[in-house]
């Protein structure tokens, strides 16, 4: 018994077994970050200094120690690099930042990113502590507000006063947290100037009041910079100079508002991420995930000379040392750890405390996704440090200001940077840790989807476009009991097993049998029509003369092509690249149509042997039947014979030649015009041939209007053969002439040096209709979809 599925509903279900395929996938591939408790109820009761050993000894420190900067002011400068500051680039552009670096009061770092390298993510993880992963691109899309908790919400629950001038980003994340805000648009990368000059037209009357706590300033100028013109732009020069003056005006104005009795103030400078070589960002090179950090106050001390070597942090590190410079909690879903040299001027008590704070946040937040927590070697170096911490405690009450305790001292501290280490380490890994279960089940379902549906591609184009699904042979039942049966117990195996549960696992047993009986009927369908396929190939065909495959080479290249590249559109590196997608296809379809044109002008198939010799017999045999009737038996024999010949004789002496060298000319054309502007981001820099032909357009808009009188004249003369006479030589020149001023129109419209595109696109369209389409017969479905193949291929020649 056979089931029979029309196309469409084959396709239906194709469709939505697709759909749960990619959907598993994407779970797996998207694991959830590390999170704690909802915003609202993280503001709970620091942790109190670890208890002395012994009675009688109790320390009453319980409360989040005082701030340790009166105001801070974060400059975060979008695509800022780390040797843009301290790089031969800072020594020139950046004499200010450049001299406070060697030899002023502050402290530098590289501060390293973690991809997605994109300003969204990045904001979240310098505020929250957190890793964003790529779901949160996606899941933020339509909800941007950030609702994790994080520095700005504890800052404005603790009373401080911020405002904030730069991207709109932040005003979308944190709406109704700023006392005052301008937010700028990120989306007109062509802006270098206004964007950053309506940040810095507030500097001077804010930094005059004393009505706030905190500022941001978020400028955009240098990362439109780098879009537009790469790295190493002369641009770049002059944006950092103005980035330099920025820095020096709020540095001399918080130092000179400071009194002897107040709190020092703290000015801190970061980029978001960095910039690639070709001026993007996204990914994960050097240039991409390494930006400076700077932490200048007079809090430090003074530096005697220029850097040696660069201590690298962690981006989400900003997040906790803010927020103990703040005197605020630390968020509950930070992974980042306190930059030591930032509090190092405090007393040892008052860095253990911070240090004891950051041990407790991050093994809290451990324990609430983490099962078998108290295994972990960074809670185990945790709890040893904690103990040494209460011994130190115990001698630190008791008075004893020996050598003994501060040895102790820098052995706690220590200890707890070690178990710092560790902790941040392992929250890390879960952000990046694939559910590979659910990711192998997903890919499992998709590519039985994708095999059944090339299969029945054949049927699905036939006139009845039915699809044949077997029910009842023995052999697929049994075998898909047997799959089932083997399925589940995998399934049983693999989350009995698994230290931590996947996502696939945690759903109810009736699903995931559903979801092993739905691979088990995919695997069987692929079976029947692999069997079917087979069938069909060992029976003798029914007409003799039809032994040539209705599928060639050339039809299977476009079927794989066109799959290929909608499946490429599901990764990023592949449609950044999309150019090198579709000139690997045109180069291949020129090797396919070379074999087609070699095959149809030099071998003689044995098929046409088989036609010719079977039309002479029965013509034969027609001919006696047919002696007493006026019919040119012969004339028809001849005719029917003289098309059945071999197609080599359709294409005869230098036609020949020419036919067999265009795939060969095609693919000389295509290689001159990739290097004619140079694409994507890998290629990008480059030199282009077009530099060199790049010329004024004045005399371009004279031609203008002779265009227009030529594309006037044809559609005259197209009306005219159809409304006043049925002249097929009128019709002709007219359609002549519209081509002709739509290329001419198409060559103003070009760009001055693209005009050689223009002039190889008409080439090989001649090329390809003289000589290739018309000699292998091409239909109009093959004819098209090159069309598009080279049409695609020809808008990436165009593109700088």
């Not at 390293?112 to 993510?121: D, I, L, S, Y």
């Not at 001159?672 to 808009?701: C, K």
């Amino acid at each position: 018994m056979r089931l029979r599925l029309r196309s469409g509903a084959l396709a239906a279900g194709c469709l939505l077994a697709e759909a749960l395929g990619v959907a598993l996938f994407l779970r797996g591939f998207f694991p959830l970050p590390v999170r704690s408790l909802p915003r609202g109820e993280a503001r709970a009761e620091p942790p109190a200094e670890p208890a002395p050993p012994g009675p009688g000894i109790v320390s009453n420190w319980t409360k989040i120690p005082p701030p340790l900067f009166k105001k801070v002011v974060i400059v975060l400068i979008d695509a800022l690099r780390d040797d843009f500051v301290f790089g031969s680039k800072g020594k020139q552009f950046m004499p200010y930042t450049t001299q406070v670096i060697e030899k002023g009061t502050s402290y530098s770092f590289i501060a390293e990113a973690k991809p997605p390298t994109v300003t969204m993510p990045r904001i979240k993880a310098l505020m929250t502590g957190s890793i964003p992963g790529f779901i949160d691109v996606v899941v933020n899309l339509n909800s941007p507000a950030l609702m994790s908790d994080n520095l700005i919400w504890q800052a404005k629950a603790a009373g401080k006063r911020i405002i904030f001038y730069g991207d709109d980003t932040w005003v979308k994340l944190f709406p109704k947290h700023f006392v005052e805000y301008d937010g700028t648009t990120s989306f007109f990368v062509s802006d270098f100037t206004e964007v950053d000059d309506n940040v810095t037209r507030h500097l001077d009357r804010v930094l005059k009041r004393e009505d706030w706590d905190l500022l941001i300033l978020h400028y955009l100028g240098l990362d439109h910079i780098g879009h537009v013109t790469g790295p190493n732009s002369p641009l770049v020069g002059p944006k950092l100079r103005e980035m330099d003056n920025v820095l020096k005006k709020i540095h001399i104005s918080l130092l000179s508002k400071e009194g002897e009795a107040s709190l020092p103030s703290l000015l801190v400078v970061c980029g978001d991420h960095g910039m690639s070589e070709t001026g993007s960002h996204g990914g994960s090179s050097e240039g991409e995930v390494h930006t400076p950090l700077l932490f200048i106050s007079s809090a430090f001390e003074k530096r005697s000379g220029p850097l040696t070597q660069l201590e690298l942090v962690q981006q989400t590190d900003l997040a906790s040392t803010l927020a103990v410079g703040l005197g605020l909690p630390i968020s509950r879903n930070n992974v980042g750890n306190i930059i030591l040299p930032v509090v190092g001027s405090k007393t040892m008590r008052e860095q253990l405390r911070f240090l004891h704070m950051n041990g407790f946040q991050l093994s809290t937040l451990l324990q609430e996704n983490t099962p078998a927590y108290e295994k972990d070697l960074g809670y185990e170096q945790f709890k040893i440090a904690e103990k040494s911490h209460g011994n130190w405690i115990k001698l630190y009450l008791e008075g004893n200001n020996s050598e003994i305790l501060l040895n102790l001292g820098k052995k706690v501290l220590k200890q707890y940077l070690e178990a710092l280490r560790t902790l941040s380490s392992s929250l890390s890994k879960q952000v990046a840790q694939y559910d590979m279960y659910s990711m192998m089940v997903g890919t499992v379902i998709i590519m039985e989807v994708l095999l059944l549906l090339f299969l029945s591609v054949p049927k699905a184009l036939s006139s009845r476009a039915e699809f044949e699904v077997p029910l009842s042979p023995p052999l697929f039942s049994l075998l898909f009991y047997l799959m089932c049966l083997m399925l589940c117990a995998v399934h049983v195996i693999v989350c009995t097993s698994a230290e931590s549960l996947c996502y696939f696992c945690s759903m109810s047993w009736l699903t995931a049998v559903g979801v092993m009986m739905l691979i088990s009927a995919l695997m069987c369908g692929i079976l029947s029509a692999v069997g079917k396929i087979l069938e069909n190939s060992r029976l003798p065909p029914k007409n003799p003369g039809a032994c040539s495959s209705s599928w060639s080479e050339v039809d299977v290249l476009i079927l794989a092509g066109t799959i290929g590249h909608v499946l490429s559109l599901g990764a990023s590196s592949f449609i950044e690249e999309e150019h090198q997608t579709w000139y690997f296809l045109i180069n291949t379809l020129c090797l396919a149509l070379c074999q087609e044109l070699c095959r149809n002008h030099f071998l003689l198939k044995e098929c046409d042997l088989q036609l010719g010799i079977t039309l002479k017999q029965n013509f034969d045999s027609i001919g006696e039947a047919s002696e007493c009737k006026n019919i040119d038996v012969q004339a028809a024999s001849s005719s029917k014979l003289g098309k059945a010949a071999s197609s080599a004789e359709s294409v005869k002496g230098s036609d020949k030649w020419i036919s067999l060298a265009s795939p060969w000319i095609i693919l000389i054309c295509c290689r001159l015009l990739r290097s004619l502007n140079q694409t994507g981001v890998q290629w990008a820099h480059r030199p282009d041939f077009g530099h060199w032909l790049t010329r004024g357009i004045t005399e371009a808009r004279f031609v203008y209007v002779f265009v227009l009188g030529i594309v006037f004249t044809g559609t005259k003369d197209l009306l005219k053969s159809q409304v006043i006479s049925a002249d097929s030589s009128m019709k002709s020149t007219g359609l002549w002439e519209v081509y002709s001023g739509l290329v001419l129109l198409s060559a103003l419209l070009f760009r001055p040096h693209n005009l050689p595109v223009l002039v190889f696109c008409l080439l090989i369209q001649t090329m390809m209709t003289k000589y290739i389409w018309r000699p292998l017969k091409f239909d109009a479905a093959q004819i098209t979809i090159m069309h598009y193949w080279f049409g695609q291929a020809f808008f990436y020649f165009q593109v700088s």
